[in-house]
Antibody, heavy 121, light 109 residues
Framework: QVQLQESGPGLVKPSETLSLTCTVS????????WSWIRQPPGKGLDWIGY???????TYNPSLKSRVTISVDTSKNQFSLKLSSVTAADTAVYYC???????????????WGKGTTVTVSS | EIVLTQSPGTLSLSPGERAILSCRAS???????LAWYQQKPGQAPRLLIY???SRATGIPDRFSGSGSGTDFTLTISRLEPEDFAVYYC??????????FGLGTKLEIK
């Protein structure tokens, strides 16, 4: 079955850009939406945004000015870039397959295990 | 912006008891837009319920979802030891994307 794996630096300096990649295995990235979600330590889930396999995107309005999500179908990967990070961006970052409008249903059915990103100098 | 309020914040029950978790939306939400997730410590969330009442693949039938409009409920009929976790509801908000409730922690009494 489909598996997702996040990868990227675990430590990012303040004001720099956080970059993560999610690799999709045992399945195709085509015909789905792909989300990034984060969870600050001890807190709840915060949806960052998603990309459709065609490249179209939707972002959380609260992060929109700093977020870019892109897809590389040739590598079966999608990526997150979050600019001008601060300590408030320290979190576990998850990628997830998203059913957005499939049979008029909306949910995230396959998740990666998550990767911890700490923003600190 | 639609806000999801989950209650209670913490629920203390014993194995074998029934758990009823609430998710209330600040405005009416289509049932198709409502999902529930379970998260255990150190793990990613797992989809339990989508479309307010449909169980995801592999989810035991002791988990059930119900509700419409602004009030949704996740019921666990008889708690098993592995059910103690944090539960989140989620809704789809169109061009604003997805939002989650703050979660209910289900703990062993």
């Amino acid at each position: 079955q489909v598996q997702l794996q996040e990868s990227g630096p675990g430590l990012v300096k303040p004001s720099e850009t956080l970059s993560l990649t999610c690799t999709v295995s045992n399945g195709s990235i085509s015909s789905y939406y792909w989300s990034w979600i984060r969870q600050p330590p001890g807190k709840g889930l915060d949806w960052i945004g998603y990309v459709y396999y065609s490249g179209s995107t939707t972002y959380n309005p609260s992060l929109k000015s700093r977020v870019t999500i892109s897809v590389d179908t040739s590598k079966n990967q999608f990526s997150l870039k979050l600019s001008s990070v601060t300590a408030a961006d320290t979190a576990v970052y998850y990628c997830a397959r998203t059913r957005s409008g499939y049979r008029n249903l909306y949910y995230m059915d396959v998740w990666g295990k998550g990767t911890t990103v700490t923003v600190s100098s | 912006e639609i806000v999801l309020t989950q209650s209670p914040g913490t629920l203390s029950l014993s194995p074998g008891e029934r758990a009823i978790l609430s998710c209330r939306a600040s405005q009416s939400v289509s049932s198709n837009y409502l999902a529930w997730y379970q998260q255990k410590p150190g793990q990613a969330p797992r989809l339990l319920i989508y479309g307010a009442s449909s169980r995801a693949t592999g989810i035991p039938d002791r988990f059930s979802g119900s509700g419409s409009g602004t009030d949704f409920t996740l019921t666990i009929s008889r708690l098993e030891p592995e059910d103690f976790a944090v539960y989140y509801c989620q809704q789809y908000a169109g061009s604003l994307g997805y939002t989650f409730g703050l979660g209910t922690k289900l703990e062993i009494k």
